[in-house]
Each structure stands twice: as C-alpha cells, then as structure tokens.
C-alpha cells in the first residue's frame, strides 16, 4: 500500500463516524458512505466532539484537516480508496456481502480494515476476490481519543496487509494491538465480556444496581487499569515475594465460585431494570453533556499520563513529536547573536484561556524554562541545585505585544545583559515562529543562594566565568528594546 | 462509637501497613502487630511512600500525621483503640480466631473492620462474642491512594457499627460503597476475578502474553474504566437509541462463547509461563521504581479527574474542601481598606517546585486568577468577554520577597492604582497566611479591548464608573511600596 491520502468509511454509526474524524484530522480526505439518511448530520456532529477533543489534546500539531464526502454508493466511496475501513452492524453474512462488494469495486493497491469487535477475519474474507487485502483493525468507542486498535489477520491475510494497517493506524496517533492468534472476540473483548456478564448477574440477582457496580468499578481497579493493566498491578500487589507468589496464593480462590459461569438471559424483565437503573444513574445528564465530560477527562488523563511518559500518555507524546518535530532541537546551544536558545515548543492545550490564546502564567512558566536553560549552561543546572546552592528570581517585568494559539510553535531566545559576584540579569524574547513576531518580553533579576541557609552568596568561580562569558559574547550588541522600564499610568 | 483518635492494625503486610498510613496521614494515632520480625521496616516504607504520594496530591492540606507505635501483642495493640482494622491472610479460620481475640481485648465501644476480600461477615463474626462490632472493609490496592473501600454486614452486624465504619472511612478520603447483600467476593471482586480468570485462560491457551493483555486493557477500555465504570461507558456507546437499544443489540452476544466458564487450572507450568512472562514485561525495572511511578499517575489522574469534578477527583476535591475550609471565603470581597480579596488558596501539588515551594509561573497563575477577580467585580467577568470585549494585560511587574510551600494557604489583596478610560492599573500584594509576611507583589498594566479586531477601545460607562469607584474607596491609602520599580544592576 503507497501513502495513504484518500479513506472511504462503510457504515457511518458511532463507530464509523469516529473513524471518519480521526482520519480527517490527520489531515487525509475520507468518503463515507451509509444507507441511514442522517448520516451527514450524525457524522458531522461526531467530528465537532472529535475535533474539540483532539485540539484539546494536540492542539496546532495537527496537520490541516482532509476534505470530507458522503458518497451515494459503495462503489463511489471506495473506488479511488487507498484503504477502506467497514464499520457495519455485526451480522456475519451482512459484513461477507458488503465485503466483497468493496472488494469488486476499490483500487489494486487498496487495504480493507474491518472494525468487527469479534467475528474472525477468515470468515469475513471467505468470499473476497482478494482476502489477502482484508485485516480486522478494532477500534474502541470513543475511537478519535482511546488509541487501542486490535489488529488481526485471516488465514488469507498477507503479511504486507498487517503491516501497511498498522503503519496508517500508528500515524493516527493509535496503539496498534497485534493479536496473533485467531479468536473470537479477539482480546479486549473477551476481557470486556467477563466483566460485563458479571455485572448483569449482579444486576439480575439484585445484589447490586448499575450506579453500585460502576462505582465499584471507577472508584478502585478502573483507576490502576487506566494505566496498568491487570498482570502488573497485580505484580505489584505481591509486593517483595512478586509474581509466582502472587499467583500461588490466588491460587486455592481459583476454585471458588465468586462468578458466574453464563451470562445471564436477557430476558424482556432484566432488560427493563437495567435500562431502569440506567436512567437513574444519568439523572437527567444528557447523552451529549455525558460526552463531552468523558472526553474532557479523556484528555485530562491522557496529559496527567503524558506527565509519567507511560502508558496512553507515552503514545501521545510520540505521536505529537512525530507530528511537530520538536524533539530534534538542541536547547541552550546558540542561536545567532550570540543569544541562547532557552525555549522551543508548541503551545499545549493545558496553557490556554478560553479565546484558544497562549495565557498569562503561561508566559512565565516559558520565560522560567528558559531561565534554566541558561542556567544549566552556565553549570548551575539540577545537579548543581541538588548540591544546595541555585539561583532565586527576585524580580520579573513582562511585557506583552503579541499572542500565540494553541499549538503554535514558539520560542524563547535569551540574552544575558549582565552580571556581578551575586547576581545575573536576564532578558527573555518569545518569539511566535509562525509569524516571527516578538509575542513577549520577560526581564529578570536573579541572585545566588545558599538554599539551607536562605541568603544569598556570592557564585563560585566557574559560574561567574561562565556567566562573564554570556555577557562578553553579547556585548557588541545593542540595548534590546524594553529593558529597565517602569509601569504608569500615562499623564 | 465516639471520634476515632487510635486505630489498631492486626496483619502489617501490603494492605496493614497501608491503612496504617492512611490512617497516620489523617491525624490518628496507629498501634501495628503483626508476627513478623520485619514489620517495622516494611510499615515504614509503606508509609514513606504514602507520605510522599499523599502529600503531592492533598499537600499541607492534610493534619498533622499522628503517632505510630508497634504492638507486641494483639491485646496490647486494641486495649485503647477506638477501632481496629483487621488485614490478615485470608483464611477463615485464623481470622475468625484472631478477631474473636480482637473482641476480648478491645474496649467496649470499639468497632472492628476487616480488609477481607471476599469471605463473608456472618462467618467472619460467628466465634465472637460482640459479632455487632464487625463489619467488613474492604480496600485496594495501594490502600493509602484508591478511595474504594466496599462496606458490608454479616447477619449479626448492627446499624450503628456500619454507619460509624463507614464515617470514619469517608473522614480518611475514602469512597465508602455499601454492600447491601452479603455475597462472596463482594461486588468489586467478582468483577476483577472474571477479568483475570479470561486473561489467565488468554495465557494457557497460548493466545496472548501477559503485557499483550494489559496493552488490551490500559490502551482501551481501562482508560474509561477509570471514571465511568462498565453501564455508563455501555449508555454512551448505544448513542441517541440509549441504554435498551444496547441491550438489545448486544443480546445475541451473550450467547457467544467469547469466554471461557471456568478458570484455568493452576498449574506449575502456567505459573511458570505467567511469572516468566511478568518478568519480561518489567523489563529490569524494579518493584519500588514501578510503585513510585504507579503512584505519580495514579495522583496525576485524579489531579485530572478533578479539574473535570468528576468521579474519584470529586471525591479528592471534596475531602481536601472538608480538611481546609477553603470552600467558605467569597472572593471580590472587600478584606479592609477597602483593598479587594481576590484570592484564597491553598499551595497546589501542580504549584511545586523540586524544593516544595509555590514555584514560579504559579505566583503570576494566583496573580492573574486575582486580576479575574477583580474584573468579574467592575462588570467584566466571563459573560462580559463572552460579548466579545475584555481587558489584556500589556505589562506585569513582580517582585519575590519570600516562599510559600505545599498545602500553606496564600491570601492575594489588590489595590486599583489607577483608571482612564481604557486603562486599569492594579497592584496586588500575596500574603502566606502561615506567617503573615507579603511573599510576593505584582503591578499590572491592563487595557480594554475589542477582542474581535484586536484593538484597544474605551471602556463602557458602567465599568468606568466601577474603576473609579474601586480607585477612590482606596485613595486616602499612601502608595504601596515597590510600585514604579524598574531592573536594575547596581553600579
């Protein structure tokens, strides 16, 4: 499969919809097609939450997003595909049908991804010219933020369709999940399933309502699955035996019958007290209310897990990098003029107002980073820190003349304007790199310290070297404008 | 029972030492016995971490930590306790002997909670002779960090012991659920079992390794886990059609057999593959190294759970409002001299440095957040810039004359300098209310804007009339000191 710049959605539900908006906002023109004559504006309203979110997530580091068509047919919409992603309900024969009939119609070099949640791809290929092009890629609601995909091949299945999958599912920003072995309902699913038949047979023997089991749920385990999974938390609660300890003292609760071993029938009656036990629970929240604040804390936890590098905050951060580029850059190493590059990012989401602008603090938290990247050059970085001396800012004067939005790249490039035995004074521009305007000034005064001791004290040689040196590379330069300025109110 | 002052621990493993700390970090004295010869060591690096954990996600709001001491025996540790958390090995008989020793040796209006995870109550109190007084709770894992605590009676258990259990549980932060009907594994555990029941089969069979099955969990359905559950996720999915739809919809599936009945046997070689394939998965990262980090996300997740108020975050944000007060005080409020409150606070674990000081973009954080204040008060708050206007701050000028740490709480009092018709120059001064010193001054030079065309305009009649009235409830006030100030090198 060449690059990947035109995908056609078959089936265009919740599912569908999500897919469609992930693809779009990954800047790849997608054609959807689906009998329901809604599906214009249920797509649609799917990619205003799906585009809120993700800018919420990513901000500008999106590329612009690709051109969306609703096609009238099959055909239509997948006839100029480089790969197809078929969304429909989950009936083995409905999918065989549809799957051939994309199959018949899309282009030589095209792929097919199926999001069945658990019917097995060599059933679903049976019937295709070319089964070698179709592999499962199940996705999970909602699918433009959780980045699980499960990806599974048929017995026809070629090698070079897993792989040229996995490759456009990784560039949306997912986690490819290879499951290697044919299975109904895959992985998660079945994992999913024993959860959700439990559930109902507590609901069904009146042990407990449907609010009771999810709070038992979000209020515990949920918290650790969130990042963990099941086998390491459960290393850790070995605590120092570990593993094979663990295991050998679950071994005897094995035996014991704490779940059922069916679900229960869904019968007309358990059904009523289950949607019953719904309602109450929501409490007059509507559904659109309730997603917005699922994909609100979404995004939240998925920038509180960016903070540890782990797990679904560890894929965000690769996948925005891999967008930016920003990790190439070399901080605190000159840029021009003898100034220091101290700052090189793009605008996060957690550092805007409400008009999507670069916010107040946010400049200072900038302009502070970039005063450690000087710092470090000059040899009082952490390690220095640590040893119980740093330098404290004792006063700061900002000026604002510009804004950044979210997901802009700026940056922050310092000059050092002068120094003596104690003290360092520093003037920060933040330039915004898409227009190259100066944004933002920041001038500091700074003072060495001994941290214990709470004073300040003269810096040792090697910093005041250091720092002499900064100031002598700059001193050709003229006054930057906006320095030793006072605030007043004019006449 | 009266106000609980001393909690006894019987059993110090993992869980034990974990209450332990949960109870010592809220201001209870803690006396632990357990049998084995390291138990003070392994309590006292269950604490240390707790300590460190709690205080990054509550800080200073928690009380001064209480008095641990380490029993030699199981009556010297319950004679003068006020409640007793019992955390032995689970098995029924050495639990029904040592809580009935509990019993002859506690005081008469103790009450006895035990951390069993799935045995019953009724056989847990059938050898004591006050059976009223036990009551299961059950927490997880770590102890001193998940808020569930599930909460359930035996036949002889009275009301009372459950209400007092359960408000002591609720005082320490915890989340408690109420077990209505007695049932083997309680609610939480049934439901984990069937997920490590599958994962395990997963295993045996071949089909997936022990990090393949966490991928499936904490890249999909664990990330929503963590603060919906399992019905409220299921609502969502069944979009606009709703709950019933879903259920029946996924009525057919139940039939399925996408899990397996019964669990795998335990044998040596599945614990032999598990443990390997554990080890492989931890990659030569050691158990504390995984705990810190399980620890810094599960703190960071409810740090983000409740800036959306939700789920376990509201449960932080509401027991941290509980400990401080902080909830009481109405900002834009005149606090004396006619200067205005415009911020009261506690020091956020987010606001830290690596010193445990208010780090420095947060003071213009607080400072900014006061400028809102103030606004919201001359008529420019949300629903003003919701029109399309609103004030910019042009120039800031801050001066640091002291520190704030974790948890203290800080007082921002603002002083209006100055108005024309499109300027407002404010002045405010933050107070550590530890110590009563000004930690920090910021001036601020602001102008009103049109937002749309981004150009500054004259304040409407009403919020000119306002500035001024704030400038002249204030005039007679000398200036503050460290206004007009510029950055300056001496000599």
Redesign the interface.
Known sequence: MAEVNKVAIVGG??IGAAWAARFLLNGIDVAVFDLDPEVER?TREVIANARRAQTRLHGAALPPEGQLRFAPSIADAVEDADFIQESLP?REDLKQRVLADIDAAMPDHAVIGSSTS?LLPTKLQSAMNRPDRLVVGHP??PVYL???V?VCGGDQTSDETIASASALYTRIGM?V?H???E???F??????????????W?IND???T????????????????????????????G??A???HF??Q??P???????K??????TDEL?ET??A???E??AGIG?RE??A??D???V??????E??D???GA?AKAYREGLTGMAAVTLGSDCGDGLVLSGHTSVSPEWID??EHL???????LF?DG?DVVLARIGAG?DY?ASGFSF?????????LGQARLGEKVEVRTRV??S?SK?L?LFHAMINLASGAVIATA???LVHVD?KAEKSVPAPDHIATAMQGLVAAQQHLAPPEG????????G
């Open positions: 539900g919740v249920k989950e658990g999970f609601n959780l980045p699980l499960e986690k999940l499951v290697r072995h299975i109904d309902g992985i998660a699913d079945r994992l999913l399933e024993a959860v959700w038949r439990e559930a109902l507590l009146g042990i407990a449907a609010s009771e089991i999810d709070d038992a749920i979000r209020f515990g385990a949920g918290l650790r699955w969130s990042f963990m999974g099941t086998f390491l938390t459960y290393r850790l609660a605590g120092e570990g593993m094979k295991l050998h679950f071994g609760s094995m035996e014991w019958p704490w779940t071993l069916i679900g229960p029938k869904l059904i289950v949607s036990q719904s309602d629970q929501a559904l309730y997603e604040l699922r609100s804390c979404l939240d936890i998925m920038h509180a897990l903070r540890n782990f797990a679904a894929v409400y008009n916010t107040e603090w946010a400049y200072l938290k502070g005063t952490p820190v404290y800012t004792v006063e700061t004067h900002i000026r604002h304007l002068g003596d003290r004074q001038e500091h005064m941290a320095t030793g300025r006072t605030i007043t109110m004019p």
